[in-house]
């Protein structure tokens, strides 16, 4: 069948596959480089150009012109790419931020009541003239919400993450 002044042949079908498996495997490969030990990099990254040699074998082949290839590389990666992040948001594990502040003890109070209506989740240690607040957020709108207390009551803080040991 020829549509748009191309056929759509085997080779159409394996170009599209190809630059979409790309640009997952690419997507991966800079995920891996960041986040992986050496050797689940190395090896992601080792696939990843061995692929993408191929694609490049097929991006100078005929058969198929410079737009319609420009666009099946951007239809691609508009795929590869929401498909590697949405599984990569589906798998990632929920991470407990802790915030810890100190607040002067005269603006204590009205900092509570506001965390409480903001339901926010906290212990706190009353230490003469100070309290130091604890946080605990596991969203980044529960983050946003104690930095504008923070900002309110004009105090330092400082977050840290749980570790899985």
């Known amino acids: 069948m020829n549509w748009f002044g191309f056929e759509l042949s085997a080779f ?14 690419q997507t991966v490969k800079s995920i891996a480089t ?10 992601t990254n080792a696939i990843a150009y061995g692929l993408y040699t ?6 100078n082949a005929d058969g198929l012109g410079i737009f319609w290839k420009a666009l099946i590389i951007g239809v691609a990666n508009l795929l590869g790419v929401y ?16 915030i810890e502040m100190t607040v002067d003890k005269e603006d204590f109070e009205r900092l509570l009541t ?8 906290l212990n706190y240690i009353d ?20 930095k504008a207390l923070a900002k309110q009551y004009n105090t330092k803080y400082f977050v840290s993450e749980t570790k899985n040991l």
Do not use: H, P
């Open 54 to 59: 191929v694609v490049v074998v097929y991006m």
């Open 114 to 121: 506001r965390a409480k209506m903001e339901d926010l989740v």
């Open 12 to 25: 159409l079908w394996v170009f599209i596959i190809l630059n979409i498996v790309n640009v997952i495997i």
């Open 83 to 98: 498909v590697v992040k949405l599984i990569e948001e589906k798998k990632r594990k929920i991470k407990l931020w802790k």
């Open 127 to 146: 230490i003469e003239k100070w309290v130091l607040v604890n946080f605990y957020c596991e969203t980044q709108e529960e983050s946003q919400k104690v």
């Open 34 to 43: 960041v986040s992986w030990g050496k050797i689940g990099a190395s090896i």
